[in-house]
Structures are given as structure tokens and as C-alpha cells.
């Protein structure tokens, strides 16, 4: 009898040890199935670099990608219904605006950036374009510039942020609307990036894009004074003197978006189909080793660590996140 006794207890035990084991496998299975990131233009070269990276740690996930202006992301998702996991902003302010509370709970600022203008040696003056006289040669009838839609894109709007302050800063009556003068609509496109093409190809002498894409798509640049360039945050108390009306999150309505330095951000949706492999990217996007370095290599400085406002919104955060990211305004 004690035998038996004895037999029972030991395979109570047995299947027990294995369900605790199928358990533990069960919460720290590697994560796999479709991610679904929504991201600005911009981030599109490093966050290809990322994906690559990411499925090579975890081959069972497929990483797939859409890229546009971060304002048209965000509406695809708020307005459109778009599925995603994961939306990454060139403007931190799109998902506070576009996405929270409804559809996103927090926002990480994770990068940085500047606008800078972009040419080529097929560009009119490239052998003369400086710091100090772009503005001259953009006024000058037969150049040919161009920006980003700024109700799709932040850097549509950013560009004309700079334009304003460039006014301020050279001290320059009526220069915005000089520059605007002399860029017909047709060199207003949905998103930033798809003026490099055009640049390449000899079909727009200038375009205004961020430095990180400059760097990353091999295009020479003017550089621009911190004081205009949206790129040092010392200066926000500056740049908030320009501001920019935008279409708002409703048809017919406007907002006014007001100068601030460039910050990046990004947050895992809601509704998202695959948090597990969410949460892994988004770990692997904020480690100094992984998502940070690559944005650093590409000519895009990562706030080291990345950033939320509150303490209350790094305890919301997935555990995994949290020592990721400091509390920082």
C-alpha cells in the first residue's frame, strides 16, 4: 500500500515539475508572428537596419514596416483604423495629440535631430551655398526647392518653422514670404524623403530634411545657426516665436503647431495584435547597444537614456521598459 502511495506522490510530483517547467517556457517563449510598426519617413534606413537586426535575435517575428509622415501615421490608426503595434513620431507631439488617450497610453522621447538643407552638385550654386547666403540663392527665380506636406509630415512644418525664424535671426522683413514666393506647390510633397529622389535625380536643386537623412542618403547640406535649425533645446524659448497652422484631428478643423526643438517618440497601440514581440522591439530599440547605437551611427543623436515626463508614466510602462528610460522633461 505504501508502495502505491509512494508511486502516486511521485508522479503528482512529476507532472507537476513538468507543468511548472511548461509554464515558465510559456511566460519566456522567445516572441514570434507579425509586428506591425507604423514609422515616420525619416527613421526609415535606421529602422531597416533594426529589423534586420531584430529578426536575427528572433527569427520567428516578421517585422513589417510602413513608413509616411508621422501626422498621415498616426490618422491611419486614429482615424482610418489601420492595425499597428507600434507607431514611432518624428514629432513627439503627434502621438500626445493624435493618439492619447484613446489609442496609446505613454510616449518614450527616444532621438533627436536638426534640419538642414540639402543639395546636390547638380544643384544651382552648390559651389557657393553657405549658412549665410542659402536664403539669398532660395529667393533667386530658377532655383528649385521644396518641403514636406506640413499637415502630413512634421517636417513639412518644421521646414517653414525654420524659414520664419531665419526672418527673426537675420532680421530680414517679409523674407518668409519671399522664400514662399518663389516655391510653387508642386514642390510640396506628402513626405520628406521622397525629396531625395528627386534631388538625385537633378529634378530640385534644394530640399529642406533632417540631418540624420542627409547623413544616411550620402546628400550634401548646409548646416544651419542653432538659433533656427530646431536642433538644440537651449534655444525652444526662440523657436516657439514661429508658429505654423496645420489641419487639426477633425475635417475642417485647424491647430496651430508652435517652434520647439526636434524630438522623437514612440508607443506600443492599444489595441496591439502582438505585445510580446512590441515589448521586445521596443527593448531592443531603446538599449544603448542596439536601437540607440544604430540611430547614433546614422548621424541621429538618441537621448541616452531615452526619456518620459512623469514617474507615473515609467510605472505604466512594461517592466522591461522601465529601466530603460529616465524621467525627464
Known amino acids: 500500500m505504501k508502495s502505491e502511495c509512494s508511486i502516486k506522490s511521485l508522479l503528482f510530483k512529476i507532472a507537476l515539475s513538468l507543468l511548472l517547467v511548461l509554464q515558465a517556457a510559456s511566460l519566456y517563449a522567445a ?35 510602413e513608413a509616411g509622415g508621422s501626422t498621415k501615421m498616426a490618422r491611419l490608426i486614429s482615424e482610418v483604423g489601420k492595425s499597428a503595434d507600434i507607431m514611432a513620431s518624428a514629432d513627439y507631439k503627434v502621438i500626445d495629440n493624435t493618439l492619447m488617450p484613446d489609442f496609446a497610453d505613454w510616449n518614450i522621447r527616444f532621438a533627436t535631430n536638426q534640419l538642414v538643407l540639402c543639395y546636390t552638385d547638380q544643384s544651382k550654386h552648390s559651389d557657393t551655398v553657405s549658412a549665410d547666403n542659402w536664403h539669398e540663392i532660395l529667393r533667386e527665380k530658377g ?39 518663389n516655391r510653387p506647390m508642386k514642390n510640396v510633397r506628402p513626405k520628406s524623403v521622397e525629396l531625395v529622389n528627386l534631388l538625385k535625380t537633378g529634378n530640385m536643386d534644394y530640399a529642406w530634411e533632417y540631418l540624420s537623412v542627409a547623413v544616411q542618403h550620402g546628400l550634401k547640406y548646409v548646416k544651419l545657426n ?59 530599440l531603446l538599449s544603448p547597444t542596439g536601437g540607440l547605437k544604430i540611430l547614433k551611427d546614422m548621424g541621429q543623436p538618441p537621448f541616452l537614456p531615452a526619456r518620459v515626463t512623469t514617474d507615473e508614466i515609467k510605472t505604466s510602462l512594461p517592466g522591461s521598459l522601465q529601466g530603460l528610460v529616465e524621467v525627464k522633461n
Not at 506636406?149 to 525654420?162: A, E, F, H, K
Request: proline share 7%; hydrophobic share 40%.
Open 31 to 65: 516572441p514570434s508572428g507579425k509586428l506591425i510598426i507604423f514609422h515616420a519617413g525619416s527613421l526609415s534606413v535606421p529602422f531597416a537596419a533594426m529589423e534586420k537586426a531584430f529578426e536575427t535575435q528572433f527569427p520567428e517575428v516578421d517585422v513589417l514596416r
Open 143 to 181: 532655383v528649385v526647392w521644396g518641403h514636406s506636406d506640413p499637415n502630413l509630415d512634421p517636417c513639412g512644418y518644421r521646414s517653414l518653422m525654420v524659414l520664419q525664424l531665419a526672418e527673426k535671426f537675420y532680421n530680414i522683413p517679409g523674407l518668409y514670404e519671399e522664400l514662399l514666393a
Open 226 to 284: 542653432d538659433h533656427i535649425n530646431l536642433g538644440n533645446y537651449k534655444y525652444d524659448p526662440f523657436y516657439k516665436q514661429a508658429e505654423v497652422k496645420v489641419t487639426g484631428k477633425k475635417p475642417g478643423t485647424w491647430k496651430i503647431k508652435k517652434g520647439k526643438s526636434c524630438t522623437y517618440g514612440i508607443s506600443m497601440i492599444k489595441s496591439c495584435a502582438n505585445p510580446e514581440a512590441a515589448e521586445a522591439f521596443l527593448n531592443y
